[in-house]
């Protein structure tokens, strides 16, 4: 890896071609790899030698994209998989079992709180919540020796709360468990939870990443800075794997053992794999990353501050406004930027909020977020309507709540469009 600017890595990481080959990332649309000698493809089922096997596991596109993304986030190594939920699943199976539980910010994507709460629960694999407000005291207590890791959102879906990266990774550590963020808002353009003390990130790369609504996606990265055979409750990666002839992660893999054993294990068995030619679209999103995310913030600013001093608006959420709670927070992780989601509580509750988004027109209705057009939902009665009204409130949501995603076509076409919506709402 060298020192480029992130902006030059989201162009230049990856794929370098040699003398002659394509100077864009080719798509290896390919199940299948071709070997000159039986004992050499021997070696690849034994992991004692690199290569392709079969593109379940592994294929170069996807490869590439995952250099690239490993660059962006400062990891040892990556993994693609087919969605964000993919990620999350895979990033807490790899290291927990039945019987063993995890301690998780309850400021998550709703979809996420589904799989702890109710998939993993059907597992036997407990969720211990940290509701907002909770002391450190508080938190420790939830920790005990089935306790495998914590996990959080950097910046929070749709609540957009910023996560304590340095504070939960202190609390962590101080129990031989790793962080696992969820950067997927923030992007490795704003913030590298790496950079203060979190173990693994991952990312649903259908947002911000693609930015364009095309693919979903997801990846895990390895910080390769946990040590899990000092922090001794990891037998899984610390002790033979059958599957493997006995191959033992931490000593063969050394930083890379949890990625290395996520991807041969989990992805071999699980099979959420990425196909080629959508880590092909991805990449193209990657390449215009960083000027994306400039955009989304100077129009997400903007549109912050104008809602501020609207009448008919009786509250706004963006944490790089200096009247934000999470002000502090931003500036401390995100250099005081933040990505374009804006929520805010139009006055006169739930009908008010619906009357406002069926009177807009430039911004669309959608079930997504984070994707170059403007774009409205309302969470309590969509994303969210599984949660009840406790995990609503634990989770930031009001019936008030309107979360826009804001794009990045011009200002002033976007705040016309606000202006006249709100003009509907009496
Ligand atoms: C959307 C989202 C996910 C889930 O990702 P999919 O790609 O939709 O499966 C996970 N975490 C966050 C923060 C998200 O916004």
Not at 167 to 182: K, Q, Y
Request: hydrophobic residues 40%; proline residues 4%.
């Amino acid at each position: 890896m060298n020192n480029y600017k992130i902006e030059t890595k989201c162009i230049q990481e990856g794929y370098k071609p040699e003398n002659g080959e394509a100077r864009v990332l080719p798509i290896y649309q390919s199940t299948t790899y071709k070997y000159e000698s039986g004992e050499h493809l021997g070696k690849l089922f034994d992991l004692t030698a690199p290569g392709h096997m079969y593109t379940r596991i592994s294929n170069p596109t996807v490869d590439y994209v995952e250099q690239k993304i490993a660059a962006l986030e400062g990891g040892v190594g990556a993994m693609m998989v087919s969605s964000g939920q993919a990620a999350s699943t895979s990033c807490v199976l790899n290291i927990a079992n039945t019987g063993d539980n995890f301690v998780c910010s309850s400021s998550i994507y709703g979809g996420t709180t589904n799989l702890f709460a109710v998939t993993f629960k059907r597992l036997g694999i407990e969720i211990r919540f940290v509701t907002p407000g909770m002391t450190d005291d508080e938190i420790h207590a939830l920790f005990d020796d089935r306790t495998r890791l914590v996990f959080g959102e950097t910046i929070a879906n749709p609540a957009l709360d910023v996560f304590d990266i340095e504070r939960f990774a202190a609390i962590a550590h101080s129990h031989n468990v790793p962080l696992v963020v969820d950067n997927t808002f923030a992007t490795p353009v704003f913030c590298r939870p790496f950079e203060f003390g979190a173990d693994i990130v991952v990312h649903s790369t259908t947002k911000y990443m693609d930015g364009h609504a095309t693919v979903v996606g997801g990846v895990i990265v390895d910080s390769g800075k946990f040590d899990w055979a000092a922090a001794g409750k990891y037998p899984e990666l610390t002790t033979p794997d059958e599957s493997y002839h006995g191959v033992i992660y931490t000593e063969q893999f050394g930083a890379a053992a949890y990625i290395t054993k996520a991807r041969v294990q989990l992805l071999r068995d699980l099979g959420m794999s990425p196909q080629p030619m959508a880590a092909f679209i991805l990449n193209l999103g990657l390449e215009t990353l960083a000027l994306r995310m400039e955009r989304h913030f100077e129009n997400g600013l903007a549109v912050a501050k104008y809602l501020e001093n609207h009448p008919k608006v009786s509250w706004v959420n963006f944490p790089a406004l200096q009247s934000s709670p999470e002000y502090e927070k931003c500036k401390k992780y995100l250099d005081g930027k933040t990505c374009g989601v804006v929520s805010f509580g139009v006055k006169g509750g739930r009908e008010a909020a619906m009357k406002f988004m069926d009177s807009l027109s430039l911004a669309n209705i959608v079930v997504h977020v984070a994707d170059a057009r403007t774009s409205v939902l309302h969470p309590a009665s969509t994303t969210h309507r599984q949660l009840t009204d406790e995990q609503l409130v634990n989770a930031g949501i009001g019936a008030d709540l309107v979360r826009m995603s804001v794009g990045i076509e011009h200002i002033d076409d976007i705040i016309a469009d606000l202006e006249n919506a709100l003009s509907k709402v009496d």
